[in-house]
């Protein structure tokens, strides 16, 4: 006997989505899901964010990683709340942000005095792109250590994300990269994707990306 | 990398799927949709599964996963095409602006229970 289901496997996970984004929209947070594979940059391009928008921005990080609280140690010079989420231990643990996670740690974060939350997902480009955590904005970092062909190897990645940062610029002259194949790789995944080319070490390119972010708070 | 979550998540549903009043059932076949651009690996999710499974009235059943292919339609002139690689921009006008139709499906379509 078949008995018919039809119910997506996520469905808690995107029901509990829901529950969080309907929270952040009534209290006027706007929500940035940061995603990266490891080493592309992410805890530097946010420290030279949050050095950039605080205080004028009221922002908040949440930060994930399987192991340590270094990266929100280094966030947290910047003054901003940051909540560190350790999502196992030694032997490895979740690969992924998951919104019942986003839930408990933004119940720790006073959301009426935020303008932005921003949330560093664990390094990985396969599986926090399956989890909806609530968010309003997904960016992607890459940087030009990595190969050119990042976004053809991980396309559902680039494809749910809004935006993309090519970080770490101020290395180009030492390599062989060629970014304009990389943009191309990018453009080829997510027609019309903005790219914001930048270099967290020297700030180079920052503008551009503090203007997005500033627009998206407006809107 | 997630596929152990991810079996947790079908065992739930599958378990909570079967009637009430069917005590003794045993599901013979789950019948899955995933869609080719889902991150999941069917061997992965395979393996999890018979894992999570043991000692549940679904131990034997076959984890039968159908591939649901990528299709694109275009917003500017309606053409619809199924994504092969990964490109993404009309391969009729060109544009790239298009929504993706189909391929991230990940549920539970059905479950068979013995006679």
Known sequence: MEIKVVRKVLDANNTMAAQNRKLFAEKKVFVLNMMSSPGSGKTATLERTLSLLMPEVKTAVIVGDICTSNDADRLAKSGAPVIQINTGDLSGGDCHLAAHIIADAASNLDLGNLDLLIVENVGNLVCPAEFDIGENARTVVLSVTEGEDKPLKYPLMFRVCDTAIVNKIDLLPYLDYDIHAAVSNILQVHPQMPIFQLSAKTGHGFDAWLNWLKRQLLI | ?115
């Open chain 2, 1 to 115: 990398m997630h596929e152990m979550g991810i079996a947790m998540q079908v065992a739930e549903i599958v378990r909570s799927s079967i009637p009430p009043d069917m005590t003794d059932a045993r599901v013979e076949r789950i019948n899955l949709r995933v869609g080719r651009l889902a991150a999941i690996v069917p061997s992965s999710l395979r393996f999890c599964f018979e894992v999570i499974a043991k000692d549940t009235p679904f131990s034997d059943a076959v984890l039968n996963i159908e591939e649901v292919p990528v299709v694109a339609k275009c917003n500017d002139c309606q053409h619809e095409w199924t994504i092969e690689g990964p490109a993404f921009s009309c391969t009729a006008c060109k544009s790239g602006s298009i929504v993706i139709m189909s391929g991230r499906e990940l549920e539970i379509a059905s479950i068979e229970i013995a006679d």
